[in-house]
Structure formats: structure tokens, C-alpha cells
């Protein structure tokens, strides 16, 4: 990095902003001795495992119905300011103070929007003050010596907790692993996104947009959209397992309750093994390549079982499995749970931690796909993050609404600025999930 000393820290600042669910977060900056600034916007889910790092909310429900996040402001001007006033700006040194001044495992004391805010604001103003792009700054700090530009997982049609549970399955979405470019990939969505909006209006169906810009429908039944999306896919000219794959988050935690997998849209009830099944049936009938959170996250003999019979067959993503932790990540890769994390900073709640989730990912051969929230904000650090570590791929949401398509344009802009120096993942991420014959796999034993 340009320079032998580091700048240290003369100011952190922070205030209450707005999410894209409207609700507010926390917006920190951090003021260096050299002049440079670097902000950051921490996001929120409305879909959180048990594990995540704790955001700090008011609970004053005379303001924003009690979502307020005047106390992690607070936290971070009274408590975090002072400690990190005249420390060097580098990422490991300002969490490692962080992490101890809040002394708790999951950051309820100080809250894990306060911490992250500053701790992502820091990473930007070092960034800066090294004269780097933030991409390369974060490649420099895991001497990650590659680039690459990742294959976009993008939500088409929602359900679940981002769309007012219309379908019990969380995310549908599209991913374009045979374009030979991000430019290409995004113009490929959009034909299929452009596509299903024609479908559904001419259906009679709404096409309003749920928390991360997917359509949300009245669908007869969970599999439906996995018909609709593979039927539009040929009708605009593509060719499924080809040139575009599907992926689903079923977020399964969010209908598991004693033991019981429960659909509301179908009226049903599954056990472990019954949901695994039906699963492994959509995977036969449909050109799904990636299931996420296809157990609940205490449902260990559910992912025993759902592992056992999938993890060659596609990428199987751990989400509230994991909350971005390094411990919990291991512990899987013992049990052959899953063979992919989706790495959410605001889970882990500092940058430092959501760096050794990833390292733990390389370790145990696991895929990393690096994930916005449902709540996010115009704030584009995740692209930047997803490029540095030179992940296969980066989960958005929708290519619609501001908050979801500043990331994308972000990453066709670094896909201009890196042409030649980082390539687009493409399928390079899936290569080991090609369709067998149906007589080298097993069906849920």
C-alpha cells in the first residue's frame, strides 16, 4: 500500500438514515488525519437467522414505530468515537477495539449497525488514503491475488417474508452462468425479468414489486413459479442449463415449527425427509442449480438428509445455517452439511469477521457468494467486497429498485475499468454440479 505509516483516525461521526423498506438504519463516517473520509450504510433483513449479529433498534414507538435507531447513533458518536480517536486506520485494528469495548458475542451491547457502519466506513477511508479502489484495498488485506467479476443470483419473483407471504418460498431467481460477460448476463435478466412482468400482466396478475424488486403474485402453488420462470426463459430466446439456470431461497426456517415443515399457500405439512424429497423432484423437473436454506437452520437431521442427497447435484446454500460465521462454518463442513455460505457482512457485524468468513469458505472448499439484504440502501460496498475476495458469485436481488441496481451498475463499471484483469465467473462456480444421469443419483434415502 502506498506509504509506510497509516493515517490514523481523527473523527467518527454517524447519523440516522433510510433503508429501502423505509425504516432507519445507521450512516457512519470516519475522518482520517491525511483529510479523507470514508462513509458507509449498513443495511437490515427482514429474513435473520437465530445467530446473526444484533442490530440496535429504539423501541420508542413514538417514532418509527419503534425502529428508530437513535441509540446505535448514539453508541457510535459517545462510546466507539472516543476509543478510536488516534488509532491507525486499518480495518483489523478499529474492529478489534470495537469487538472489545462491546464485550458481548453477538454486539447487543453496542448493536452490530453501529459497529459495522463504522467498521465498513473505515475500510473506505483507508481505501482512499492508500489511493486504491475499495476492491483492491480488500484484495490487498486477504492477499487475495485474483479478480473476478461474479455471477449475478437474481431474484425474478419473491415470497416469504419479502412479499407478504404470498408464496411460502422465499427467492425464484435467475442465473445467467453461460454469458460471457456481466453486460451480456444483466441483458439476458432482463429479457426474462421484462418477460415474466408480460406473463403476469397478461394473466391478469399484479405486477407491484416486493422488498428486492421481484414480482409477487397470487400463485396456486410454490412450484409455480418454477414453471412460469422455465417457460419464459425459452420464450425469450434462451436455453435452460444452457445459457440461464434457476436458483431458489426456500428460507425453510421461516415455516419450521416443532418439527414440521408447514406451506400456508398449499395448506400442507412435510416432514424433513418429505420436503427434501420434493426438492429433489424440482431439481428433476426444473433447471435449478442452487437451493438456499432448504432446511431450517436447527433442522439438523433435515440437512443430514438433504445434503446426503443434493450436494452433488447443485450448490446448496447455507444462509441462516451459518449467519457469516467461521465457527459455524467449520462445524458444517465437519458434518458434510451444504457445500456453499452466503456471505452477509451485517451478520458477521465487521468487516475483520466477514474477511475470515470467507477465508473459512477457501479452507473447507466451499463456495462464498456474497449477499445484499432485503432491506438495503444506495450504498454499494458489497460489489466492491465480492470483486476483492474474487468470489463466484453475489446474490442483489431483483434489477429493479435503486437500492438493488447501484450495486449492478457498480459492477458494470468495474467490469469496464478491470477488462482484462478480471474475468466474469460465469459457470466456473456450478462446474461441479453438471446434470449426472438419473441412475448416478440416489433419490432421497
Known sequence: MAGDLKPVITEVRAREVLDSRGLPTVEAEVVLSTG??????????????????????????????????????????????????????????????????DGTPDKNRLGANAILAVSLATARAAAIASRMPLFLYISHLIGQSS?????????????GHHASWRLDVQDYLVIPYGAQSLREALDWVGRIYHGVRRRLSAQGHPTLLADEGGFSFPAKSNEEPLSLLTDVIQEVGLTPLRDVALGIDVAASHFFLNSRYRWRLEGEEFTSRELAEILFNWLERYPIISVEDGMAEDDLEGWDVLSKSLRRKAQLIGDDLFVTNPTRIKWAAEKNFANAVLIKPNQAGTLTETLQAHEVCREVGYNAVVSARSGDTEDTFIADLAVGLGVGQIKIGSIARSERTAKYNRLLRLEEQLSGAARYAGALPFRVFARLPTDQEGSVS
Not at 54 to 72: I, M
Not at 77 to 87: D, F, N, S, T, V
Not at 147 to 159: D, F
Open 36 to 101: 479523507q473520509i470514508g462513509s458507509a450504510i449498513v443495511p437490515a433483513g427482514a429474513s435473520r437467522g437465530k445467530g446473526e449479529a444484533k442490530e440496535k433498534r429504539d423501541r420508542d414507538q413514538s417514532r418509527w414505530e419503534g425502529e428508530g435507531v437513535l441509540t446505535a447513533v448514539a453508541a457510535v458518536e459517545r462510546e466507539i468515537a472516543p476509543i478510536l480517536k488516534g488509532i491507525p486506520a486499518d480495518p483489523k485494528i478499529v474492529d478489534s477495539a470495537m469487538l472489545e469495548l
Open 147 to 159: 479478480l473476478s467479476i461474479p455471477t449475478p443470483m437474481v431474484n425474478i419473483i419473491s415470497g
